[in-house]
């Protein structure tokens, strides 16, 4: 019998019994971690006690969310492996992160990024980032994951769209309340290694259907010229290579280094090696994701040319590929990218909210058994917020796939440009920071409207074109213009009474070694691993 139904999966009683036991098993590890953490107040760094194994799981499972699983499959399907560099280069940020800016943030001994740049550079741009980042995390972490895995969750089993928005977010609040950041990075762990192995498994059965591997070497996918399915650098196109390598550095600077969500898990670690042996080991997890996500993309070209809507090049595959019983594995892996994204932006967001809000404006001298009850709290309100916020975006019904990455692309350059300055240059002052924050954040957010919206575009011969360069360029072109205001400003303005200078980087090291000279053997291999794989891809005849 087809499985297949009016666009839907109909799951089997294996497929049941197997996804009830992907819950069973996900609610119990979440349990079990709580219960570990009752006693204990810390409900947003775990203690600072977890190990590299799961600070690198869960760095993995945080950035794999649904958006991330569904549009990976298809651009395989329409571009082939070019998408790869989004991962394969993604090391670099995860090097800078561990070896350049975590002996920052541990030697500052701060527990949120907002509260960093108060160290650095005093109460303004604190209260600035606060606000930013609660934005941030609330629409795109939150309310848009929540959003896009209930969505995917109706095409694949055709429930009501707001029961699969309610059981979602139940779910990954349940445990976040109890357990905070501890249950949160544990079952990250747990849903990594689950979407790991299934997306291996879907990938693995998929290429056993293909007989002729001369056809698949010189297969030519939709969007792409003839000879560049498996290059990694396409001269020109919809992604050419210059774009990517100017304006991919500035997402990464504030996604991977700056944002709550993903330094939170590196700031639980016990000490500076386990953070930085958590990053190395999450740079080496990112060699997998082009060959279990976009490899089953490309084999669907192969084999299924046609599907007209690249979104249900996924939903295809499993219905095709998947025997019995593995279907419900399958859905359990699209609910563990929701899952481990959700709860990491819940998390983050209480966390943000709770010290950098109310522990400031609100209740200074509130205690922490005060502080753990408002973080539980906040979670739960949070969790409400993201349930309206789906809501409201299926009722728009707008390409979300593509406008979530577009909206990164205009909310990242302030950001990285602070963050790098403020980092790795003394003579930066706190003028010159809240300009760059305020007036560039009105600005980029601003042409962000303008390129979205296509504002100013050309009307030629009743077809709508595009002034607008690739929102990579327009995200490079914004960054460096801001790297330069902010160095102008610091140049005419003096450094304020509310400033920190940081020590050098060799001086943070001497206080704090970490993993020394191992971890940049580690990840001179990872480079090396790294480099071989575009060779080969870029030289594939």
Same mark, same amino acid.
């Given at each position: 019998?087809?499985r ?46 977890m190990g ?60 949120t ?26 629409v ?32 990954a ?28 498994m879907?990938?693995?059965l ?20 003839a ?42 670690a ?21 060959? @279990?996500?976009? &490899? ?9 040319? %046609? *599907?007209? #809507?690249d !979104? =249900?090049? +996924? ?56 502080t ?61 920071? @809240?300009?760059? &924050? ?9 042409? %962000? *409207?303008? #390129?979205? !919206? =296509?504002? +100013? ?15 990579l ?14 160095v ?6 003096g ?41 080969f891809?870029q030289?594939?005849?």
């Amino acid at each position: 019998m087809n499985r297949l139904f009016n666009g839907k999966v109909q799951m089997g009683p294996y497929d049941g019994l197997v996804f009830l036991g992907y819950v069973l098993a996900l609610l119990i590890i979440g349990g079990y971690a709580s219960y570990r953490q009752r006693k204990s107040q810390d409900l947003f760094l775990a203690g600072r006690s977890m190990g590299w194994f799961n600070v690198g799981l869960s760095i993995f499972g945080t950035n794999i969310g649904p958006t991330f699983l569904i549009a990976t499959f298809g651009a395989g399907y329409t571009t082939g492996m070019v998408n790869a560099n989004y991962e394969w280069m993604a090391w670099v940020f995860l090097m800078l992160l561990g070896m350049a800016f975590v002996p920052f943030y541990m030697l500052t001994g701060i527990s949120t990024m907002p509260e960093f740049l108060r160290r650095r550079f005093g109460p303004s741009c604190y209260s600035f980032y606060a606000i930013y980042s609660l934005f941030g995390t609330v629409v795109l972490w939150i309310g848009g994951t929540l959003f896009a895995g209930a969505d995917i969750l109706v095409q694949l089993l055709g429930w009501d769209f707001m029961t699969c928005v309610w059981l979602l977010a139940i779910v990954a609040a349940s445990f976040t309340v109890a357990g905070g950041l501890m249950a949160v990075m544990v079952t990250d762990s747990f849903q990594s290694i689950l979407m790991i192995a299934g997306a291996a498994m879907l990938a693995i059965l998929a290429g056993l259907h293909v007989k002729d591997l001369d056809t698949l070497r010189h297969l030519v996918v939709s969007d792409t010229p003839a000879g560049y399915t498996w290059r990694l650098l396409h001269p020109s196109g919809p992604s050419p290579w210059y774009a990517f390598v100017l304006g991919y550095p500035v997402l990464s600077l504030w996604f991977w280094c700056s944002d709550q969500t993903i330094v939170q898990r590196v700031l639980g670690a016990r000490d500076l090696r386990q953070g930085q042996a958590g990053t190395l080991f999450c740079g080496f997890l990112k060699i997998l994701p082009p060959f @279990i996500f976009l &490899l089953p993309g490309i084999l669907c070209a192969a084999l299924h040319p %046609g *599907i007209e #809507d690249d !979104k =249900d090049v +996924f939903l295809f595959m499993v219905n095709t590929y998947m025997p019995r019983g593995l279907v419900g594995l399958m859905v359990a892996v699209v609910v563990a990218a929701v899952i481990s994204t959700l709860d990491s932006g819940l998390n983050s967001f209480s966390t943000v909210f709770t010290l950098d809000i109310y522990k400031r404006w609100i209740s200074p001298l509130a205690s922490e058994r005060q502080t753990k009850i408002v973080g539980q709290f906040v979670t739960c309100a949070a969790a409400l917020m993201a349930v309206g916020i789906a809501y409201y975006l299926n009722t728009v019904q707008s390409n979300l796939f593509n406008l979530f990455q577009s909206i990164i692309g205009y909310l990242a350059p302030p950001i990285s440009a602070v963050f790098l300055l403020g980092v790795f240059w003394r003579r930066a002052t706190a003028k010159a920071a @809240i300009v760059t &924050l305020l007036l560039g954040s009105i600005i980029s957010v601003g042409i %962000g *409207i303008c #390129d979205i !919206k =296509d504002i +100013f575009a050309k009307d030629i011969d009743g077809r709508v074109v595009d002034i607008w360069p690739h929102f990579l360029l327009l995200s490079f072109y914004l960054f460096v213009s801001l790297l330069v205001l902010m160095v102008l400003v610091s140049l005419s303005t003096g450094h304020s009474q509310t400033e920190t200078a940081l020590p050098s980087l060799r001086q943070a090291y001497a206080q704090n070694p970490g993993l020394g000279r191992r971890g940049l053997v580690g990840w001179a291999i990872l480079g090396c691993i790294m480099v071989c794989l575009y060779l080969f891809f870029q030289l594939v005849p």
